[in-house]
């Protein structure tokens, strides 16, 4: 009943930008944290940045200025900047929230499909 739908992946030059978009839907009752993971080919699923509801965030070293991760709370969705693009993010990227669904009371992790983000160089 609660599902993410990503959005904005694709190819782009290094040195490019894209933005990547979730948005969480269904009976929700509230969404406490968001962020995005990524998985390369031949590596472990790694963080990229969370944010925590009251603006916390934290960011793989590897993305640090580079990427901004940022939400809005009124449309459920949390998105994902990425600027300087280098050939090592390509991966795939997935999103994902932790949500109280409006007919429980206890909390669980959700994912998205995931959307291929692919740089060359």
């Known amino acids: 009943q609660v599902q993410l739908v990503e959005s904005g992946g694709g190819l782009v030059q290094a040195g490019g930008s894209l933005r990547l978009s979730c948005a969480a839907s269904?009976?929700?009752?509230?969404?406490?944290?968001m962020g995005w993971y990524r998985q390369a080919p031949g590596k472990q699923r790694e963080l990229v940045a969370r944010?925590?509801?009251?603006?916390?965030?934290n960011y793989a070293d590897s993305v640090k200025g580079r990427f901004t991760i940022a939400r809005d709370n009124a449309k459920n969705t949390v998105y994902l900047q990425m600027n300087s693009l280098k050939s090592e993010d390509t991966a795939v990227y997935y999103c994902?929230?932790?949500?109280?669904?409006?007919?429980?009371?206890?909390?669980?992790?959700?994912w998205g499909q995931g959307t291929q983000v692919t740089v060359s160089s």
């Open positions: 994902t929230a932790r949500v109280r669904p409006a007919s429980g009371y206890r909390e669980y992790d959700y």
């Open positions: 269904g009976s929700i009752f509230s969404i406490n944290a």
């Open positions: 944010l925590i509801s009251g603006g916390s965030t």
